[in-house]
């Protein structure tokens, strides 16, 4: 009874319980275990014209990412800002070369690693030029024969 005397109408500087279970909630406090998080910060105009500059460089939001530190997503935004296109779709002649070497029996991923781009964007253009696509080199050699498409 004494106990809840005290906090039915507390004197100034007297914290209630409630606001105790509050302040020890795991949402509330500083966590260290997040130590990975690092706080947004602004680029100075010369250091997103830097990144700007060097996509137009490697032509790969992922390498400029990576290279500056920033999310790919930022980078795009920064391209975007800029009027840069930073879409990386084959043309209709990238298409044709893939569909020739694959043909040749190359892989998705060999080509991909020549004409610059990932070997599911390869496999995107192929099946777009209704090219049966083989199975992977690890299916095959579990016994499984024969095209997937």
């Known amino acids: 009874m004494h106990l809840i ?3 039915s109408n507390p004197a100034p500087g007297i914290v209630a ?3 105790l279970i509050f302040r020890s909630s ?3 406090q500083e966590s260290s275990t997040t130590g990975t998080r690092r706080r947004a910060r602004q680029l ?3 250091e997103a014209e830097a990144v700007a500059k060097r996509y137009l460089a490697v032509r790969s939001v ?3 990412a990576a290279e500056f530190g920033l999310s790919r997503t930022t980078v795009a935004r920064i391209l975007s800002d800029r009027g840069i296109d930073a879409s990386r779709r084959m043309t209709e002649g990238q298409i044709a070369i893939a569909v020739e070497l694959y043909e040749s029996g190359q892989s998705s991923a060999v080509i991909g690693k ?3 781009f990932d070997n599911h964007t390869i496999l995107k ?3 777009s030029r209704g090219v049966r696509i083989r199975l992977a080199a690890a299916q095959r050699r579990e016994g499984d ?3 997937v498409s």
């Open 17 to 19: 319980p409630q606001d």
């Open 5 to 7: 005397q005290v906090y």
């Open 62 to 64: 992922r390498t400029v």
């Open 114 to 116: 020549q004409l610059g």
């Open 145 to 147: 024969s024969g095209s």
């Open 44 to 46: 100075r105009a010369d």
């Open 125 to 127: 253009g192929l099946r």
């Open 26 to 28: 795991p949402r509330n």
